[in-house]
């Protein structure tokens, strides 16, 4: 099992920055992917970025914005989001996928919130 603990959510102003922190209960080296998702009210959750071994992707609308980065030492996941827009507001997710043999499990963190307002 992996235990997620997400931390760093806030209000800022549009154009402002913030980092989301996403604390592992257990090496990130036996993890095969790491993410962030984000659910807006009303809408569906949404994939925002996804970190496997030697590959990373971002959705369109956070490309060039967001950047996902990984400590291993402190088996810890980030999400640096610059140029903030009023449409990223949503709560983000840390998102963590295993695979133990031919099974797949998913883990979920506690989500943050993230409000980006004047």
């Known amino acids: 099992q992996v235990q997620l603990v997400e931390s760093g959510g806030g209000l800022v102003q549009p154009g402002g920055s913030l980092r989301l922190s996403c604390a592992a209960s257990r090496s990130i080296f036996t993890i095969a992917a790491m993410g962030w998702y984000r659910q807006a009210p009303g809408k569906q959750r949404e994939l925002v970025a996804v970190k496997t071994t030697g590959r990373i992707n971002y959705a369109d609308s956070v490309n060039g914005r967001f950047t996902i980065s990984t400590d291993n030492a402190k088996n810890t996941m980030y999400l640096q989001m610059n140029s903030l827009r009023p449409e990223d507001t949503a709560v983000y997710y840390c998102?963590?996928?295993?695979?133990?043999?031919?099974?797949?499990?998913?883990?979920w963190g506690q989500g943050a919130q993230v409000t980006v307002s004047s």
């Open positions: 998102h963590a996928h295993t695979i133990d043999g031919l099974a797949g499990y998913d883990y």
